[in-house]
């Protein structure tokens, strides 16, 4: 390991698309990078989920499962218009129902929380809570409460709300300063194409649906706060919490130990979290405050519609001359501006590039972060696009990308850690069979059509500081790795313990990994933009090589030999070249209660590179002209991540990502009223999210490329990457079945007829 | 009202808008079965009355008089030693946030007791209630085929 002068620099991360300055400590040592030869016992190996027995036994905990005593339940009343105002709000009968305990509602909450307005937004905005003894009491309260609200007019599309005469949104005005980023001169590029193709593309609004909703039950103890949470990011729920309560971030907790799937949506503190805090601390009692379904569908989070006009100008060869886009996204009431644009500038290289992205926002509740957001949008609209330039151009698709394939990050003109997205392309293109001759279309059913497709993915996974942990080992050889960090369901907590336990020369089941509890473990970021094992891996491996180079030391105290002739493997001290070897707990046992600690930080990202995930899908469907309806029958796909920490994980992560793709492109859509913008669809039996039944043959891996550039895990990030490819393969492919484009998604049956005319 | 629950014997007097879900979530701590929906949309709920699914979210606790319940927290032996399926799941990598997977479980485990060898279309067609947003599906199919062989080899 190689000693560094440890101190504070400003260094650059990426973060869900965008790119933050940072000042962070530097560690005071780096652990020399695992390179492909590294020896690693546990590290690329698939060993089951260390927490996979509790969730197969029902024992894992779920933040609705906290079960506090007294605990009182809160539900909220949500608007049925998507603007107005609260003329008048009585209670008085919800009061008086046998069980309830507190309503709060217009002007009852502290300004901060931005609970309860009386001016009213969107449809589903919550007007008021009532917090009862059970739910069904709650229940009954809620519609004993009498509101009144004056309508009106309101926006709910991008059209509305841009047009000259638009009811006001937000009173900072309805439409944000539109975001323009260029390279090249694009007019000369398109001059200069022999070929040039226009498309528009448009894509839904789409909901995360978590299966577990979001929710928090708060607990006061004196001026303490607890808060269990349904979050992606601890640190940031209790700092959201204690800046929104005027509280000291030493005064509250918060733990999450499981949670059912966040998806970007969990990223904070919500209108439930503060909710379920005023109650509790006004009753004295813990309370309960988790989303009912049509809450969740309504009223947290979604991925935004966008509009993409995309021109692409090329030579006859396929080389990309310029690529433009216009794009309109509409993002609720709220949301930051995460847009298409970034995957244009970074998946080709192509000289010439300009886009414009406007940002509105309408009377609909506000977007968050979905699994990458901006550029699962974006991919549509330029795989789609270079897709219909390939049919025009008369080249193969896979062809045409490979010749535009960008050797440096085109956006910001540096190298790459790592890019093995041409390997990616030469092992799909294998294993799915790219060039073989199509199968003969079935002479029983000639409406039934085939069709394949292809799309590519870039997404910033260099993940960075801060992140930090620290291990401990016991007395009895057993070892306690603890960060602030979560894990969601994508398998962080096993993956911090493969690297701990090859950090420190242990056997696996000797770690044990805490997660998830502010009080318990330093900071780690939140899990967003596919960061968690390139951030906190490394502080993991640092904290356990930290406390085995203490380790080691005590144990030539005893052995009576130089540290560095001592290895660790399994549990054991071993002396080289001997055969004296003691366990962990032999060492430890004779130290009495010395406890061996070490500390661990995430060190920053190499300057001037880019740190990517790649990869690319393949889709085959086949298409029915009669009823249009599409099944996709299998998908291929080969990501490039770095290091694949347990690869039996990287591929439920694929999966995953690859069936909310499949959602994306087929099934999901909210729709609003257009006469009310009131959300049509806010339950699983109307927005749909794919079943086994939809699922096709997944054949999706990693290709082998160690990233020791990245990180000195030589790992990068995998959860969102997969997720991009596969709606506009599965585009490309009905495309390529009927002979048209079906522009818009999702492709339902009827936009599929519509399509066939 | 009597019940078995995993086994054991229950008697209580529930108020009578109370479902099955909140009996055994809320009353009895039983709190392995999950609600995602509350409207017999999503399978999270999914347990056995004498051994069909329902979905316990829809289901009234004063209707199920006299019936047997069981939970995934009854699928374990008597020691807590995971049963086959279970061992499976955690096998093929059938749970990854885990919130649907006690309503697979039991929806799993109610196909095979009906249907020992079932087909991979079948298992789609009986599974396709119990919803998984972070995309198990591939692997719980598998999980479910090898349990299915590995019991007719006996
Ligand atoms: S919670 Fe019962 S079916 Fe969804
Ligand atoms: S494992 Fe997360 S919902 Fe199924």
């Known amino acids: 390991m190689a000693e560094v002068k440890s101190g504070f620099i400003t260094t650059t991360v990426e973060v869900e698309g965008r790119t933050e300055t940072r000042v962070v400590e530097r560690p005071a040592f780096e652990p020399t990078p695992w390179g492909t030869d590294a020896a690693l016992t546990h590290v690329g190996q698939s060993p089951p989920r260390v927490d996979a027995p509790e969730k197969v036994t029902g024992r894992a905990r779920y933040t609705a499962d906290i079960q506090r005593p007294r605990q009182a339940v809160a539900l909220f009343l949500r608007s049925t218009v998507a603007k107005g105002t609260i003329t008048h709000f009585d209670a008085t009968a919800a009061r008086a129902v046998p069980g309830v305990l507190a309503v709060m509602g217009p002007g009852d909450a502290p300004a901060k929380t931005r609970l309860f307005p009386s001016a009213i937004s969107y449809a589903g905005q919550p007007i008021a809570a009532v917090c009862a003894e059970s739910e069904s009491v709650a229940w009954r309260a809620l519609r004993a409460i009498v509101v009144q609200i004056d309508s009106l007019p309101f926006a709910a599309t991008f059209e509305a709300t841009a047009a000259p005469d638009a009811p006001k949104v937000r009173s900072a005005g309805n439409l944000a300063e539109p975001i323009v980023v260029s390279r090249g001169d694009v007019a000369a590029g398109l001059a200069a194409a022999e070929v040039t193709i226009t498309r528009e593309y448009r894509t839904p609004v789409a909901l995360h649906s978590a299966m577990e909703p979001h929710g928090a039950v708060a607990e006061w103890e004196g001026d303490r706060l607890t808060i269990w949470e349904s979050t992606q990011g601890i640190f940031r729920t209790r700092n959201d919490v204690a800046r929104v309560l005027g509280i000291a971030q030493s005064q509250v907790r918060v733990i999450k130990e499981y949670m059912g799937g966040g998806f970007g949506a969990k990223n904070g503190a919500g209108a439930h979290t503060f909710t379920a805090a005023l109650l509790a601390k006004q009753l004295q009692r813990p309370v309960r405050c988790v989303l009912e379904r049509d809450g969740e569908q309504m009223d947290s989070g979604n991925r935004p519609a966008t509009t993409q006009r995309v021109t692409l100008g ?255 493997r399994e549990s054991r001290i071993i002396v080289r070249d001997s055969d004296r070897t003691m366990t962990f707990a032999e060492v430890t046992g004779k130290l009495g209660n010395v406890m061996i600690q070490g500390r661990g930080s995430r060190g920053p990202n190499p300057s001037d590179r880019a740190i990517v995930t790649v990869g690319v899908q393949m889709a085959e469907v086949e298409v029915d002209r009669m009823t249009g309806v599409v099944r996709v029958l299998r998908i291929v796909a080969a990501h490039d991540c770095g290091r694949v920490i347990n690869p039996t994980l990287a591929r439920s992560q694929l999966e995953g990502g690859i069936l909310q793709g499949l959602g994306y492109a087929l099934f999901e859509e909210r729709r609003l009223d257009g006469a009310t913008g009131v959300p049509l669809n806010p339950s699983l039996h109307d927005y749909k999210i794919p079943t086994m039944a939809d699922c096709p043959a997944i054949d999706a891996w990693c290709v082998q490329n160690v990233d020791a550039d990245a990180n000195h895990t030589g790992a990068r990030g995998l959860a969102e990457p997969p997720l991009i490819p596969t709606a506009p393969a599965i585009a490309a492919a009905v495309a390529d079945a009927l002979g048209v484009e079906v522009s818009e998604l999702p492709l339902t049956p009827w936009r599929v007829l519509a399509a066939l005319g | 009202m009597r019940l078995t629950i995993n086994g054991r014997p229950w008697e209580g007097d529930p108020a009578g808008e109370t479902t099955l879900l909140g009996l055994l979530r809320d009353d009895l701590e039983l ?124």
Request: net charge negative; proline share 5%; hydrophobic share 40%.
């Open chain 1, 314 to 568: 090329a030579r006859r060869d396929g080389t990309l001359t310029a690529i433009r886009l216009d794009a309109d996204v509409p993002l609720g009431i709220s949301g930051w501006e995460g847009g298409p644009a970034q995957l244009y500038h970074e998946l080709y290289a192509c000289a010439n590039v300009h886009t414009t992205e406007r940002f509105a926002h309408i009377n609909a509740s506000g977007m968050q972060a979905f699994r990458a957001p901006g550029y699962a949008e974006g991919a549509i609209g330029l795989e789609g696009a270079m897709n219909a330039l390939a049919t025009t151009l008369g080249i193969d698709p896979l062809e045409l990308r490979r010749r535009n394939f960008a050797e440096r990050d085109p956006r910001l003109d540096r190298a790459f850690t790592g890019n093995a997205l041409r390997q990616c392309y030469d092992e799909a293109a294998e294993r799915f069979g790219w060039t073989a001759p199509r199968p003969a279309p079935d002479r029983a059913h000639p409406e039934r059509v085939r069709g394949r497709g292809v799309a590519a993915q870039t997404w910033p996974t260099g993940g960075g500081p801060p992140a930090y942990a620290t291990a401990r080992l016991n007395n009895d050889g057993s070892i306690e790795i603890a960060s602030g960090t979560q894990d969601l369901g994508t398998g962080a907590r096993t993956v911090l313990a493969q690297i701990a336990a090859d950090a420190f020369g242990a056997a696996l089941h000797d770690v044990r990994v805490v997660l998830g509890d502010t009080e318990r473990a330093p900071y780690a970021g939140n899990s967003w933009g596919s960061m968690t094992t390139a951030s906190v891996g490394p502080a993991v491996r640092m904290a356990a090589e930290d406390a085995r180079a203490k380790l080691l030391d005590a144990a030539s105290q005893l052995l009576n030999v130089p540290a560095d002739a001592l290895e660790t």
């Open chain 2, 31 to 154: 709190t392995g079965t999950k609600l995602s929906c509350d409207r017999g949309e999503c399978g999270a709920c999914t347990v056995q009355l004498d051994g069909r699914t329902v979905h316990a979210c829809l289901t009234l606790a004063h209707g199920c008089d006299g019936q047997a319940v069981r939970t995934v927290e009854g699928l374990a032996g008597p020691e807590g030693a995971l049963n086959d399926l279970q061992a499976a799941f955690i096998a093929h990598d059938a749970a990854q946030c885990g919130f649907c997977t006690p309503g697979q479980l039991m929806a799993a485990d109610a196909l095979l007791a009906a249907n020992p060898r079932p087909s991979d279309e079948e298992i789609r067609a009986w599974m396709a209630g119990n919803l998984c947003r972070c995309g198990t599906y591939p692997n719980i199919l598998t999980a479910i085929r090898a349990v299915a062989e590995a019991r007719s080899r006996g």
